[in-house]
């Protein structure tokens, strides 16, 4: 049962356009969402995160967005640069509850921008 | 500010054999989880402790194991290893209330 679902295994961009990341989640008792981007053999490195109550979150070149009658978010990165390529996790958590600690991830999403 | 160690960074085992993997977190940083990641199942929970307590606990069977120290670092146990547990190992960090849990590098297992 996957609860967070990143269905494009690989996304391919020009340097200079915009990336659009997915995400699904399937568990109404996820309040937190995070991104990560990971690069071989190296830990996941925390991108930016989003709470319920908001439908939008921005840092620098990052903007994630929820929808949650949907159960879908997004990142946008704009513009994107050929240092961007890396697998990107979505996460989410029930930060309100007493699992916050406990992250469920996506698949992941291949990102390559190309110069 | 230092961030997440992990020791050791690759390990050979063999089936049957256990293994304890360390996680030193980010200074202050009290919470501390366990996460093993393969190409088949992705990033999946393993623990989370806190102020020495486990407070949860993922999908995995008995023979993983984990403990967190007074100083807040963290090992986790694998006893009869099998081919299947080959993985990376992360182990991340977060402070009391704060859920951007920040990764080690992780420790590649290999089980042969």
């Known amino acids: 049962d996957q609860q967070v679902k990143q269905n494009s295994p690989s996304l391919s961009v020009q340097e200079g356009r915009i990336s659009i990341l997915n995400c699904d989640y399937t568990n109404s008792m996820f309040d937190y969402f995070l991104w990560y981007k990971k690069y071989p053999a190296e830990g996941p490195t925390f991108l930016i995160s989003i709470s319920s109550i908001k439908d939008k979150n921005e840092d620098g070149r990052f903007t994630v967005f929820l929808n949650k009658s949907a159960k879908h978010l997004s990142l946008h990165i704009v513009p994107s640069q050929p240092g961007d390529s890396a697998v990107y996790f979505c996460a989410a958590t029930n930060a309100g509850g007493t699992s916050y600690g406990k992250l469920t991830f996506g698949q992941g999403t291949i990102l390559t921008v190309h110069p | 500010k230092a961030g997440v160690t992990q020791t050791p960074r690759y390990l050979i085992k063999t089936r049957g054999q256990q293994v304890t993997l360390s996680c030193s977190p980010i200074s202050g940083h009290r919470s501390v989880s366990w996460y093993q990641q393969t190409p088949g199942q992705g990033l999946q929970f393993l623990f989370e402790?806190?102020?020495?307590?486990?407070?949860n606990k993922g999908n995995f069977p008995g023979r993983f194991s984990g403990r967190q120290f007074s100083n807040s670092r963290s090992e986790m146990n694998v006893s009869t290893l099998e081919l299947g547990d080959s993985a990376l190992y992360l182990c991340?960090?977060?402070?009391?209330?704060?859920?951007?849990?920040?990764f080690g590098q992780g420790t590649r297992l290999t089980v042969v």
């Open positions: 402790y806190f102020s020495e307590t486990q407070r």
């Open positions: 991340a960090s977060s402070l009391q209330l704060n859920t951007e849990a920040f």
